[in-house]
């Protein structure tokens, strides 16, 4: 257990370290929370999605686990997790924007993953109200069924859960619009997949990608910037006194982070140094007790 706390801290470090040199001034990111007075506009095309990427996932398990058949088990859990942001099958959400179309709400799909906002929380929920306990019904048809993405598309939407029996109702007129599709970095894409991935690392629980702000929250915020800056000349004089600042002020919280990771990296050395003294002295002991143990057996014989 302590290697696999060593290995997970140690990867944590690493994680953190490249993370700061994505962008050092990008903004912490928005809380979203799931409008639910959205959902009964996009609940059908909701589902139709859903029904679009239970299908691909399934046949896509299925070529990489060929010649072998993919089990019940292994579509239900592609069913609990398209519909979890937490996990990798739900991936799709991140690329839809939710745009208004006249009195409607359109699902438009972008090219790159967004930032996830209410907008993206909203689908979540939905997915997940159109699911909720069909999942294993839905395993069911899949497995046992060799059907086309229309067929599911019409047995999941229309016959299991009903929510396409009818359209959608008009949206009201003063519904206040989303927020705008913002998209990620390649980069920041890339570090949450990597942080998602150490999620279930045994003693890595719960562990969180945190922003400069979240990160300067913990080792302690920065002393307000200096507001006497009457009569210092210039706008160059002026911009030259911030620009050096700001610079001061990004050395000292790279020391910080630096100084966090020498003092951890210091610890963990000598947890390892006293777990191997232990062992030695373990071992010691034990060679002096079959040492002791032979001369007597000799001794008797």
Not at 159 to 166: G, I, P, R, Y
């Amino acid at each position: 257990m302590v290697k696999f706390d060593t290995i997970a801290l140690l990867l944590s470090l690493i994680v953190i370290t490249i993370w700061f040199s994505i962008d050092v001034e990008c903004a912490k990111k928005a809380v979203g929370v799931a409008r639910k007075e959205d959902i009964p506009y996009i609940r059908c095309q909701v589902c139709e999605k859903l029904a679009y990427q239970l299908y691909h996932h399934v046949h896509n398990k299925q070529a990489e686990i060929s010649p072998n058949k993919i089990s019940e088990y292994q579509i239900i859990e592609i069913s609990e997790n398209v519909c979890n942001l937490k996990k990798q099958e739900a991936d799709w959400i991140l690329k839809i924007d939710i745009v208004e179309q006249g009195d409607r709400l359109g699902l438009v799909e972008q090219d790159s993953e967004g930032q996830c906002n209410s907008e993206c929380k909203t689908i979540e929920r939905a997915c997940q109200d159109v699911m909720d306990y069909s999942d294993t019904d839905v395993a069911e048809y899949l497995y046992k069924s060799k059907s086309d993405l229309d067929s599911l598309k019409s047995f999941l939407c229309k016959d299991l859960t009903k929510v396409c029996s009818k359209a959608p109702p008009p949206v009201p007129k003063n519904r206040v619009p989303g927020e705008p599709f913002v998209a990620k970095s390649s980069k920041e894409a890339e570090m949450e997949k990597l942080m998602r991935s150490m999620q279930g690392m045994p003693g890595a629980p719960g562990m969180q990608m945190y922003s400069r702000e979240d990160l300067m929250k913990k080792f302690g915020d920065e002393d307000a910037d200096d507001d006497d800056d009457d009569d210092e000349g210039s706008f160059p004089s002026k911009l030259g006194k911030v620009i050096k600042e700001k610079e001061s002020k990004k050395n000292d919280w790279k020391q910080r982070i630096t100084k966090g990771i020498q003092d951890t990296s210091e610890t963990l050395k000598n947890h390892a140094n006293r777990i191997s003294h232990r062992m030695r002295k373990w071992w010691g002991t034990k060679k002096a007790q079959w040492k002791k143990s032979s001369k007597t057996g000799k001794g008797e014989l």
